[in-house]
Structure formats: structure tokens, C-alpha cells
């Protein structure tokens, strides 16, 4: 056996002779083929290199940050922090490898320290590594592991890991503590340990969430699918936000952030929002679900999905919102809103913007809102008979049914009513209005103002009551 007390730096070889060296102070390198080696780094960064190892081996890093590179191949339990291996920071490993099970022991590493293992070779073999023990619960130290191109399984205990998988298809385990797991290439699958309904799932960015549960709080990225104890979600159901076949339509479930990419994707198509789990809340707000500044949302659709009542828009962006047969309740932001509030008795309040609202409801309430101080044009698509309120200027009846119009009673401001294709009646009342008749055999009063009255086709009649009115009738 060669024994040996090293002072400063040295470069110590040995062949697969019995070594006994003991580092200084400054950090030595250690390189071993074999044998039975007892290597005490010391106070130093040390580094050892060793081409064999065995149970009857001996490393201990001492103080310092300490590097052990394994440089054949591996296999079966490696004790790290037990009687083999202590005090290592920095774990390489180039030689080839089938199953692998790390198991971290007391002495590993202090409370609060790293251990980084990097995988170097692209062998073709698959690998599964494995942490856990006692050291890493109670310490809580962080393991770092970047791997090869083939296809691994990372697992990791009680501490903060980080795994950095390749190009292969690879599972990734994180456990307790707050992980970041990054898939790389391939097609990579998260493994959480209880129901997704127990998990708080954020979608940050293209293939990145943020994953909160008992375990932590686990990054993720590049990850293509999720695997819980109720079942396997992929990356784009999880966050809720799938597109439908030639950019369609998006599903959105939870908060998220649509990049202008995903927004160009459904531009002019559907986005349904509906709510993740029954313990969760079904208010959705756009301010959770808000757009790059660059995204064009002109065009898209925000449609209420089965279980919400509530939807506010936020910002500028000119979005249309469609909602269920439930009372829905949906409020506009400042940009021009197409608001529909589907069947049932909704509430639709407007934003700052000019805003269009679809009634079809004896139960539907209209609140336009004025813009600092200017009222808007704000208008309403009515399927029903309905009368105009002071927030609102503009009414159209939709359809063919015989329904009748009205402008605002008490109100002095012009306002603008046009018939359908059945027989309407539409009064004006307050202020100088437009009366616009359609196919029908049509009413039109304008009451007191200086009213404008236009029959369109059918057999209409006027009443006059201002020497100022206008009458148009198509011959």
C-alpha cells in the first residue's frame, strides 16, 4: 500500500496499487486506475479521478469544494456520504451506466450545500438515478444532474434538485423539496406524487410551468408530459390551452399568459374558458389571462365554458366575449368589446371602449359606460322587444319575429333604433333620433325631437310630430 501526507498542490497517481493519501490545505488532484484506495482530500478544492471503485474504497473531500469524476462503468447502489464516498460537492460521471441508485448518506454534504452530477457520455444505454437518504432530508441539500442523449429516470429526494435531462426520452421525478426540472429534448414526462386536483398549476411561459403542491414548488420546462396519481396530462392540457385543428379554436383552464405566437395561431377563432377543478374558483378575470404586448387579440373569441357566471376583461385589447346558459355577469375593459351573454339573464357592463352587446333575454341588463366624461356610442342586438337605457345610443332588432324598439324615455340625447325584417314599432322619445325601418310593415314615431324616419321596404307608417321631422318611405 502507498501512504503518502500531501502539502500544497499535487497531482497524485496511482495505478491499481492500495493508495492511502492525505491532501493539504490548498486543494489536491487525486488519480487512481484501482485498488483500495483511502483518498482524504483536506482543507482544499480537492479533485479525484478515479477508473475503479469498489466497496473496500475510501474518498473524503474534507472542507472545500470537492469533485469526483468515475471514469468506468456503473451500475447497482453507490452509497454517497456513507462509508464510500464524503464530502463530495461535485459528482461527474463518464463511463457508461445502466441502473444507477444514489443513495446520499449523513456525510455527503453539510445542511444547506450542492451536489451537482453531471452525466458527460451519449452511450446508448438507459439510465435510472436515484436519490434519497437520510443526509439529504435532514440537510436538505440541492443536487444538480445534467445527463446524456438517452433515455433516463432522474428521482429526487427530500432537497432541492435540479435535473437537466438531454435529448432522450426521459422521466423525471423531483419529490419533496422545490425542484426544477428541465426535459431537454425528447419527449420527457413529470412525475407528481398525489391527484393533479392537488396541485396549483402556473403557465409561465411556452413549455415552462409553475407546479405548487405538498411536495414544493417545482419549475418545469421543456417537459411534454405530466403524470399524476389520477392520470398522464400532456404539457398543453395542463395548462389548459389546446388548439384545435388549424388554429380553430383555444381551450384555456387557468391563468395564463397567451404568447402573440398562440394568439396569431387562433387569430379570429374561439378561446373556452372553463374552470380546472370543482375546488376551484370559476372566476376568470383577463388579468390572469393576459396577452404579450405584442399579441393581436382582434377577432378571438373568449367563450364561457360550463360553471362559470363571471368573466372581466382587462387592458386595452379588442376581445368578444360569448357566455353559457348560466346568469353570467361579464364586464368590458377599455377596448371595443362584442359582449354575448348566450342564454339566460346576464349582466353586461361595458368598458370604455365602444362596445356591441347581443340581448336575448327579458332578463338581460345593459350598462353602457362613457369614456372620462364622453358618452359612447355603444349599441345593443336585440332579439327581443327592448328599450333603450341612458348608457346606451344605438338598438338594432335582430331576426324576423314582430318585436318593437325603443329609445331612452327620459333622455335627451339623439339615439338610433333600426327595425328587423318583421313588423316593428319604433319610438324614438327624447332627443333628435333615427328611426330606421326594415322589410316589414313598419311604426315610426319619433315623439318629440327633431326625428329622422326612414320605412325601408313594406307598408310603413309615420307619425309627425315636430315640424322638423324628416320622413323618408321608398317608393
Known sequence: MSS???????????????????????????????????????????????????????IDGGAGYDSLYLDFQLSGTMVLGGQNIRNVEWLGIS?????????????????????????????????????????????????????????????????????????????????LGD?????????????????????????????????????????TDSIEFFQFSTGTSTAAELAGLTVGPDGAYASINNAARLPAAMTDAVQGGLIRLAPDYSNETALVTVED???????????????????????????????????????????????????????????????????TFVVDDIGDVVIGRDSYGIVLDDAVLSSISYSLNMSIRKLTLTGSTAINGSGYYYGGSPDSITGNDGNNILRGFGGDDTLSGGLGN??????????????????????????DDVVIELA
Open 95 to 175: 463511463g457508461s451506466l445502466t441502473d444507477l441508485t444514489i443513495i446520499a448518506g449523513d456525510s455527503l454534504v453539510s445542511a444547506g450545500s450542492q451536489l451537482s452530477l453531471v452525466y458527460e457520455t451519449g452511450g446508448l444505454a438507459s439510465h435510472s438515478l436515484d436519490f434519497d437518504g437520510s443526509a439529504e432530508k435532514d440537510g436538505r441539500f440541492e443536487i444538480t444532474v445534467k445527463m446524456g442523449d438517452t433515455d433516463d429516470v432522474l428521482r429526487g429526494g427530500a432537497g432541492n434538485d435540479t435535473f437537466h435531462a438531454d435529448s432522450g426520452n426521459d422521466i423525471l421525478v423531483g419529490n
Open 4 to 58: 503518502r501526507a500531501l502539502r500544497g498542490v499535487f497531482w497524485c497517481e496511482g495505478g491499481k496499487n492500495d493508495k492511502y493519501f492525505v491532501g493539504g490545505p490548498e486543494g489536491d488532484k487525486f488519480w487512481s486506475e484501482g485498488g483500495k484506495d483511502s483518498l482524504f482530500g483536506g482543507a482544499g478544492d480537492d479533485s479525484f479521478i478515479q477508473q475503479g471503485f469498489s466497496s473496500d474504497d475510501l
Open 289 to 355: 389571462l393576459t396577452f404579450d404586448a405584442d399579441a393581436t387579440t382582434t377577432g378571438i373569441v373568449l367563450q364561457l365554458g360550463a360553471g362559470i357566471t363571471f368573466i372581466a376583461l382587462a387592458g386595452l385589447g379588442t376581445m368578444n366575449v360569448t357566455g353559457n346558459e348560466l346568469d353570467n355577469t361579464i364586464v368590458g375593459n377599455d377596448g371595443n368589446n362584442f359582449i354575448d351573454g348566450g342564454a339566460g339573464a346576464d349582466i353586461m357592463i361595458g368598458g370604455r371602449g365602444q362596445d
Open 179 to 219: 425542484d426544477t426540472l428541465d426535459g431537454g429534448g425528447g419527449e420527457d414526462t413529470a412525475v407528481f406524487r398525489f391527484s393533479r386536483a392537488a396541485y396549483e398549476v402556473d403557465w409561465i411561459a411556452p413549455g415552462k410551468f409553475r407546479i405548487v403542491g405538498h411536495e414544493g414548488i417545482d419549475f
Open 442 to 467: 313598419d311604426v315610426l314615431d319619433g315623439m318629440w325631437g327633431k326625428d329622422t324616419a326612414s320605412g325601408g321596404q313594406g307598408d310603413d307608417t309615420f307619425y309627425v310630430g315636430q315640424p
